[in-house]
């Protein structure tokens, strides 16, 4: 169950962290899309959106404001960024232990390519 990224959270492996609460942990993503691009995780793990309890709503809403408070720390608040969830497969979800995308500093285009079978 364990994953990089709760291994980032102990300290046993290396990351940019750039916040951490007794809820999240934030970090540069290691390859970035964006001039901003972090992560922020829940200290908890819970692998997937699908995982997610009633209990952990607040957890959740810890995620966002936390995601927020860096987007003006990052300066980017103003004109604009992405939060993203990518769930399971289809979702493009690569590492399992949940974590919102805080993605700015650019123009970033539409949400989703349109494939032509859209
Ligand atoms: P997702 O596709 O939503 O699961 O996103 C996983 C993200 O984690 C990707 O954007 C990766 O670049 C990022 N990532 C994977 N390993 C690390 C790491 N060790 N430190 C920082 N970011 C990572």
Redesign the pocket.
């Known amino acids: 169950m364990s994953t ?1 990224f709760s291994k ?1 959270i102990s300290g046993e ?1 290396p ?1 940019d962290i750039v916040y951490k609460d007794e809820h999240v942990t934030a ?5 970035p899309v964006a001039p901003t691009h972090i ?1 922020v995780v829940p200290n908890k793990f819970i692998s997937t959106v699908n995982d997610l309890e009633q209990e952990d709503a607040a957890l959740v809403g810890q995620m966002v404001l936390a995601a927020k408070k860096l987007a003006a720390e990052e300066g980017i608040a103003e004109q604009g960024y992405r939060l993203i969830i ?1 769930c399971n497969r289809d979702g ?4 399992f232990h949940l ?1 919102l ?1 805080l993605i700015g500093g650019r123009p970033l285009g539409p949400m989703v390519r349109r494939l032509k079978t859209d």
């Open positions: 990089i980032i492996a990351a970090f540069r993503d290691i390859n992560l990518n493009g979800q690569v590492v974590h995308h």
